[in-house]
């Protein structure tokens, strides 16, 4: 008898519901984007995002129950990624996940957003992963972690200021190309020589599995503008290009590098990519090639489950397979911690 399962996302500005079941087959995966709310301001307003997840959350849930065919009174379970995150974003999600629960009489069980991303390469091989290497590489996170299986992830090493997908954003501002920056960067990348600016790759020879991009993002700056960075427009046509183009080499380069180190060091033969900036080709690319060479498996979701998106929830599945179920108090956190 196949069981199910509804899971909810609410961490940042995608609102998504998702069906799945015991068998971690994923039914449905509906996602509300809110980039068109928060294009104007070049990043996520926190309070615009918490406002928009309650208007979208039940209509997503009623479509991804639609999607899969199921009732709230076939569901077994409700799993809620409840941390790190936006609070206010976080709470919408966890108290609708919480009343669900409550109301159905059925096992609430919480999940880690993070970790979540590296579980998406768990989906989609589907087939055991574990264990490996985990690089998390998104807008607010970029993690090395060892992960022994889908629920024991150690840290080995983070970013000490932004994370990637922030410095996208942030370098995308900084050129005019808008938000949000990851595929905006790429698309002008495409028509650039990433050879055309020396811009800097921090802790590129350091034995820290740590990164930084708060450099990388001010270096484009003083590319763009010089000394008097109030002055002068964006820049267009090829100089536009290639600082698109060196910039995210740059930032490939570092997670690339990185990502070899952290497989050297633990001596583990696989490597699972998740997060919104895994989308990005170039990166898809460089850490194929380097996990060819170090003759190391590499696992990447596709497309679909890269971005924030409830199908994440499935690694629930793992606790319920343990009977690790969240307490009626479950509250957001927004630290990964």
């Known amino acids: 008898m196949t069981t199910y399962f509804l899971g909810l996302e609410t961490s940042c500005d995608e609102t998504s519901a998702a069906v799945f079941t015991d068998d971690r087959r994923i039914l449905s995966n509906v996602v ?45 379970g409700i799993a809620v990624n409840h941390k790190p995150g936006l609070v206010g974003a976080l709470l919408v999600g966890v108290s609708a996940a919480k009343a669900l629960a409550l109301a159905l009489g059925v096992p609430l069980l919480a999940v880690n957003h993070v970790h979540g991303h590296i579980y998406a390469c768990r989906l989609a091989a589907e087939r055991d992963i574990f264990p490996c290497v985990g690089l998390v590489v998104s807008g607010g996170h970029t993690s090395l972690f060892r992960c022994a299986d889908a629920l024991s992830l150690d840290l080995l090493g983070g970013t000490r200021d932004d994370a990637a997908g922030e410095a996208f954003d942030k370098v995308a501002a900084i050129l005019g190309l808008g938000f949000p920056g990851g595929p905006a960067v790429e698309r002008a990348a495409a028509a650039g020589d990433p050879k055309a600016f020396a811009f800097p790759r921090a802790f590129a020879h350091d034995d820290r599995l740590e990164f930084s991009f708060s450099g990388l993002k001010t270096a484009v700056l003083y590319a763009c503008h010089g ?89 629930a ?21």
């Open 32 to 76: 509300a984007s809110q980039n068109d709310l928060h294009a104007r301001f070049g990043g996520v307003v926190p309070e615009i995002a918490s406002r928009a997840h309650l208007r979208h959350l039940l209509p997503v849930i009623d479509a991804a129950l639609a999607q899969a065919g199921i009732g709230l009174a076939d569901l077994a």
């Open 227 to 315: 000394q008097n960075l109030s002055a002068g427009e964006p820049p267009t046509g090829q100089r536009l290009a290639d600082l698109a183009a060196s910039f995210q080499a740059a930032v490939v380069d570092v997670l690339t590098l990185k990502c070899r180190q952290a497989l050297r060091k633990t001596g583990l033969p696989r490597l699972a990519v998740g997060g919104g900036v895994t989308a990005n080709r170039a990166l898809r690319a460089s850490l194929q090639a380097m996990c060819d060479k170090e003759r190391a498996e590499l696992f990447i979701p596709p497309m679909s489950l890269c971005t924030d998106n409830a199908a994440m929830a499935a690694l």
């Open 317 to 337: 599945v793992e606790k319920w397979n343990r009977g690790e179920y969240a307490p009626d108090d479950l509250d957001a956190e927004p630290n990964f911690e």
